[in-house]
């Protein structure tokens, strides 16, 4: 092959070498591109609705805040704080509800007399404190504020102070009494 | 390059010869040659500045136009103000970008009269007078309304009127309304905070970096909620003036409620509660936290003070010591004496659940001012509180020199010094936790990075404090305080009011300071009422024990389970051999 031909062969390889690598290139840039577009579109796209989502969560708590269910609760539902005996002190407690069928059947009617008898079925209930016993136990230093000088401080100790009836676990009994003093006491 | 005159490029039309064409010279020969030697220079010279432009536009794509979007220009959902939630994250004020209607009155197209009407329909907190007034204005930009929702802009945009621009801004919203409304505070129309938690932290809510993270108070919603509720249908029920409350851990600090009331709303902070608008004369006091910045005498919850210092510097030492109180105390003039006067000697128990002035008179002359000063000094109650909020009130008490014997006596019990329910709270908050003091705060505080404190009173001492102040609500004036189960102590506090410097007669600041549980002291709950005028649930009174105590016992019954603190009937303190038989007869 001539010299001259080769050159010129060589040309072409080179501009087609070159053209090709180029067209490659600029197929890989505008994939790239188009890409990276995409993925600012996914962010912007997500960015937006997180801000919608702040948006309806605005919303949602000013229509379910406190106050507003304040309102509702003092129109309509009027629930109340849950009393002492209502809250449970242990699952032992919750199961003392799991009464038998026979247990839960619906009493009859009390049938009360015109002349009040000695005796009668009130009078005769039994006091908490003849159900059972438990002891009070109390933290607290030893009163030797009160019987003496001071002395150095002393570690907590404990002591037992009263006993109050635990709540009967038995079947026939399901509904687990209050022991402390009732509100409003004193 | 030389040419002949008159032959070249920019010779005259007339210089170039008109008859037909000569035979070339050997001189134009040379005239063309310079000629193409001219452009192909220009040529020469508009290549590189070709390739110079194209390299300065693939600079411009590649370096500028290229840079990842995160960095040039962020992308982010980030708040323009940081979210400030609760401690269980609920939201007390987020930020979010609203309509703004705005109107540009001299550019109106159409009839002012119309367009108003039209308005008016659409924005129904307006009144179609407003508006008219705003579209009529002279000014050459008005707000027509602000926080519009987007159903009502759509429908305003929707009336083409060119003049009338819907703009996004930033808006500030407290979703609870005036819950916590002074503590929380708001901001002003450019987004700076302008009183409470906006105007403490404004540099943290408003920093581009921080403000992704919201900012956790202290408060708990419900135990707010509680506690506003209770307080503002006390305040209904005596037709009091005011109330403050507040509720705060006494092994952490952390302020868990702080009420103040009158409230606002900081949704609108310039608008009262009828829809007008604040000025100079008919501010009513909503926006005034009267939690840290109000100043009250707390009267007799300042005994448990008094007794603390004296079995802490041991002019105290046994609770059975018997003090006179037989007779009114005459001091410089002035009578000292008992509202609950028994007239005879008094073990420290009976002072404390008799609140007797005389008692704890004379004790704190057995402590001395020197001793008294120094432990109301540690105690922070003579100086503003080390609290974040900015509001906060100065002390005022006697001067070294004015703070003789009756000025100990009195301030004993509770007069003669002006505090904040904060200070009170935190107070009992040292005395109970086990003598140790602590600056409240009002953000969340990690358990593992809670302040050590500072002791003032020992273990003891806070011991003996806690049984007093069972033995109040068990047999004393706060009996009606008492929640079964939830071993509740307080101590009544009753005081006149002071107005410009002066005692108001028949104005009392009635207040409750309270701790529950008693056995492990968890949370301190202090209530005050400004100017109780008694109602029919209070049989006409009007003191601490018949006004807030009951409001204690429903306040503590509503955020104790909230708080996990359940009630357990078979647990107290020991408060065997507090009380003298006698005494206990009494009862």
Do not use: C
Request: aromatic share 6%; net charge positive.
């Amino acid at each position: 092959m001539r010299l001259g031909t080769r050159q010129y062969l060589s040309g072409i390889f080179w501009i087609v070498g070159t053209t090709a690598v180029v067209a490659g290139a600029q197929v890989v840039t505008t994939r790239a591109a188009a890409e990276r577009r995409a993925v600012t579109r996914l962010n912007i796209a997500l960015v937006e609705n997180k801000v919608r989502i702040r948006e309806l969560e605005a919303e949602l708590r000013t229509r379910a805040g406190l106050p507003e269910l304040q309102r509702w609760n003092d129109a309509v539902f009027q629930l109340s704080a849950p009393q002492t005996g209502q809250i449970l002190q242990s699952p032992v407690q919750l199961a003392a509800y799991a009464a038998r069928p026979e247990a839960a059947a619906p009493a009859g009617p009390a049938v009360r007399y015109a002349l009040v008898e000695k005796g009668t079925q009130d009078e005769l209930a039994p006091p908490p404190a003849a159900t059972g016993g438990a002891r009070v136990v109390t933290a607290s230093y030893p009163t030797a504020m009160n019987a003496g000088p001071a002395a150095a401080p002393a570690a907590p100790t404990t002591s037992t102070i009263a006993v109050v009836p635990l709540p009967d676990l038995s079947p026939d009994l399901p509904e687990p009494k209050a022991t402390g003093p009732q509100d409003g006491e004193g | 390059m030389a040419s002949i005159p008159g032959t070249g490029p920019f010779a005259p039309a007339a210089a170039a010869p008109v008859a037909a064409p000569a035979p070339a010279l050997a001189g134009e020969r040379v005239t063309a040659r310079a000629q193409a030697r001219q452009r192909l220079a220009f040529l020469i010279m508009l290549f590189p500045l070709l390739a110079l432009l194209i390299l300065a536009r693939l600079i411009d794509l590649a370096v500028i136009e290229g840079q990842p979007a995160g960095e040039a220009a962020p992308i982010s959902a980030a708040p323009p103000r940081g979210d400030i939630v609760d401690r269980n994250g609920v939201e007390l004020a987020r930020t979010f970008e609203a309509y703004a209607i705005t109107v540009m009155p001299r550019r109106l197209t159409s009839d002012p009269e119309v367009l108003a009407t039209k308005l008016a329909e659409i924005l129904p907190e307006r009144s179609r007078e407003d508006i008219l007034a705003d579209l009529t204005s002279r000014r050459s930009f008005r707000y027509l309304a602000r926080k519009v929702l987007p159903g009502q802009a759509q429908r305003i945009n929707e009336l083409g009127e060119p003049a009338i621009e819907l703009a996004r801004e930033a808006e500030r919203l407290y979703p609870n309304m005036n819950l916590a409304a002074q503590a929380l505070g708001y901001t002003n129309d450019q987004g700076k905070g302008l009183i409470g938690v906006e105007k403490a932290f404004q540099e943290r809510l408003a920093d581009p970096v921080q403000r992704a993270a919201p900012l956790a108070l202290s408060l708990d919603v419900r135990v707010q909620q509680a506690m506003q509720n209770e307080l503002a249908a006390l305040v209904t029920d005596q037709n009091a003036k005011g109330a403050a409350g507040v509720v705060m851990d006494v092994n952490t600090g952390e302020v868990l409620a702080m009420v103040s009331l009158p409230d606002f709303n900081p949704n609108a902070p310039g608008q009262r509660a009828d829809g007008t608008r604040y000025t100079t004369d008919n501010d009513d006091g909503s926006r005034f936290n009267r939690v840290t910045l109000g100043g009250y005498e707390l009267g007799s919850t300042f005994k448990a003070f008094t007794i603390a210092t004296a079995l802490e510097t041991g002019t105290l030492t046994n609770l059975q010591k018997q003090y006179d109180a037989t007779r009114p105390l005459e001091v410089a003039g002035f009578r000292i004496r008992d509202d609950h006067a028994k007239n005879r000697w008094l073990t420290v128990p009976e002072i404390f659940i008799y609140s007797s002035n005389i008692g704890t008179a004379r004790m704190a002359i057995e402590v001395g001012r020197e001793r008294q000063r120094d432990y109301l000094e540690r105690l922070g109650f003579l100086k503003p509180l080390e609290f974040e909020l900015q509001e906060k009130a100065r002390p005022q008490y006697p001067s070294l020199s004015n703070w003789g014997q009756l000025a100990t006596m009195t301030i004993s019990y509770g007069h003669g010094l002006t505090v904040t329910p904060l200070h009170l709270a935190n107070g009992y908050a040292t005395l109970v936790n086990g003598g140790l003091y602590r600056p409240p705060s009002i953000l969340k505080r990690d358990p593992a990075n809670v302040p050590p404190g500072t002791r003032v009173f020992s273990e003891r001492t806070s011991q003996e404090i806690l049984r007093l102040l069972r033995l109040v609500v068990t047999n004393g004036t706060g009996r009606k305080a008492d929640v079964p189960g939830y071993r509740v102590g307080g101590k009544t506090g009753t005081a006149e009011k002071i107005e410009n410097g002066r005692y108001v007669r028949g104005q009392n600041v009635v207040n409750f300071a309270a701790v529950f549980p008693v056995d492990a002291p968890r949370y301190v709950v202090v209530a005050m009422i400004d100017d109780p005028r008694g109602s029919k649930a209070t049989y006409g009174f009007r003191t601490a024990g018949m006004v807030v105590a009951p409001a204690i016992n429903r306040i503590i019954r509503r955020i104790a389970p909230a708080l996990g603190v359940l009630p357990d009937p078979a647990r107290d303190i020991n408060l065997a051999g507090m009380l003298p038989a006698k005494a206990a007869a009494e009862e």
